[in-house]
């Protein structure tokens, strides 16, 4: 299908036209969130009932959170099952960011708390190409393989080689289009690798400068309409209180594209990744 949309558009309809066919059916489009941290210092300011409020006001239809101590996140599941997905974080500090490959005792951990049953991922993992052989690291791939769950990971190219070199069954859902977020790059590596997806988080920019979609990040969300997911990331407290103006601008830039490939990259993608089934 998406080369079938690639052809129709390049030999018969404009960009500026396309932009007025879609934009009205995709402005109000459900979102799956597939970025979200909810930390202590989180909690502190927005207790579960005000965050899970937030996401439906914001037609937020599933949310993947991740969060510090791990089990944070479990108090948002447990008032809106149905929504929030819990992946399971790895840092119990925040310096533990840095640190975490190092620390022998984590793979157990992590064996422990997948036991549970709860996790529907395990992430945000930090690391980078210096890093990417490292013994606990690769245990967590392994742990999270097994089990068929998707690693959110936040990294460089070399990493993402080194992980499907290791694991080549395994599921990755790469964290804010990677660390060099070009076209070209991604198109390589999503071509090498059919267990690669994307998170488009914080590169809204990047993708529709000025609020207009980027031809070369246009081409590639129609080729690989499969393949991407759309996040705001509360990387920070703050972001909460942006969040309806970051799902604004998610909206608008997905309203440029035809209506199936926003749908895709707008929910069905995580639902499908994450195997809920129909959408909710």
Known sequence: MPGKILQSRKRLIPIPIVFLLFSA?????????????????????????????????????????????????????????????????????????????????????????????????????????????????????????????????????????????HAPEAKVLWAHAGAYPFPPLLRDYLERYPGLFIDLSVRDQRIAPDGELDPSWEWLLLEYSDRFLVGVDTYRTERWGAYAEVASQIRHWLAQLPEEVAEAIAHRNASRLFDRGADD
Do not use: C
Request: no cysteine; aromatic share 8%.
């Open 25 to 165: 059916a995709s402005a109000d489009i459900p979102l799956f969130d597939a970025h979200l941290h909810y930390n202590a210092e989180d909690a502190a300011a927005y207790s579960p009932g005000e965050i899970v409020a937030l996401l439906k006001s914001n037609g937020v239809q599933g949310a993947l959170v991740t969060s510090r101590p791990p089990d944070r996140v479990l108090s948002l599941q447990r008032r809106a099952p149905h929504l929030i997905l819990p992946i399971l974080g790895v840092y119990r500090t925040s310096a533990e960011k840095q640190t975490w490959m190092h620390d022998a005792g984590l793979p157990a951990r992590v064996q422990r708390a997948l036991g549970s049953g709860y996790w529907r991922g395990v992430g945000e993992l930090h690391i980078f190409a210096g890093e990417r052989r490292n013994p606990v690291f690769l245990q967590i791939v392994d742990l999270a393989t097994a089990r068929q769950l998707p690693l959110q990971m936040h990294a460089d190219p070399a990493v993402i080689d080194a992980l499907f070199e």
